[in-house]
């Protein structure tokens, strides 16, 4: 059944953290994967879903800055993956299948943000590869686990980055077209959007559901690191000191506020038989209106999601390149 992209009325909201919308959820017994487990959002989420007794599994291109990251999360294990590298995935995919452990909750919250243009071996672009085609291949190269997990939820990371492209599939790698560096992260978080309605669309038969997460403006993890610190004051994420501005009605959030939608995603039972849906602020988005499309670009308070980011046909079409990108 097809979940409609309209708000439940979560009883959480902007200022809900992580540790809140988990309370009381017993993970005992289930297994999670994290991407970018690591760092900010990410590292966020593996701790907390940790704490509530899962096994967590964190995949890394740096293995020991992972443990260091990871050291008072007792018991996470780490394992190498880098999502430029199809190898080190295939590699990172085949132990756990070869575990026999199932995959209960896959939160994929690596990634990269307006990276000067870079291809991979490939001669993709940086962005997509990373944010999209390697969660992708990760996530296919899983699915025998995940269908095992009888009951696993996928999470992706998008981003209110999506209002700054859609996927351009006839230029998917900026080959005909000058590069810049948030349309191409609008167009990486887009199609991480449309990944999650695929994958619930393909994989609610096996008992998979799928959810796409923006997490609010999070300035104090790693993924500013390629913007100038001056433009994110100009835009009133940091104040004159340089300090994170705090304020979730407007999605400025502390990082344990921003690992709520995806933990809540991860493992709400207020999501048990929904799926193939864009959340934000603990709650599933509206869609954007032509009446309020405006107000949403124009600030953050307004929440809500693309059509074009949760278009079914969209979804199908960018499964089936990225089938054939990672062939
Ligand atoms: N922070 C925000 O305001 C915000 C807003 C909207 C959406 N998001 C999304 O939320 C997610 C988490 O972001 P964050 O703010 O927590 O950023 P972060 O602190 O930079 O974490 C990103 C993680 O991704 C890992 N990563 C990057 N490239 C990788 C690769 N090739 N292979 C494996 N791992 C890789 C990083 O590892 P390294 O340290 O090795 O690079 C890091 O652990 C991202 O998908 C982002 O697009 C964030």
Redesign the pocket.
Known sequence: MTTTQHPLGSGFGATSTAEEVIKGIDLTGKVAIV?????????ETARVLRAAGAEVVV????VE??RTALKDVPGAEVGH????DPASIDAFAEKILASGRPLHLLV??????ATPLARDARGYEGQFA??HL?HFQLTTRLWPALVAAGGARVVA?????IRFAGVDFDDLHFEHRTYEPFVA?GQS?TA?ALFAVEVDRRGQAQGIRAFAV??????D?????HLDPAALQAAGALDSEGRPVRDPERQMKT?QQ?AATSVWCATSPQLDGLGGVYCENVDISPLVTPENEAAWAGGDSVPGVLSRAVDPEAAARLWEVSERLTA
Not at 37 to 42: A, C, D, L, V
Not at 59 to 62: E, I
Not at 108 to 113: H, P, R
């Open positions: 991407t970018g487990g690591y760092s900010g959002i990410g590292l995949p890394a291109r740096d800055r992972a993956l880098d999502l430029l994929n919250s690596a990634g990269i943000m990373t944010n390697g990371l998008s981003s209110r980055g992260y978080k991480n923006h997490p609010g403006l999070i300035v993890t790693g993924l500013v690191k990082v921003g």
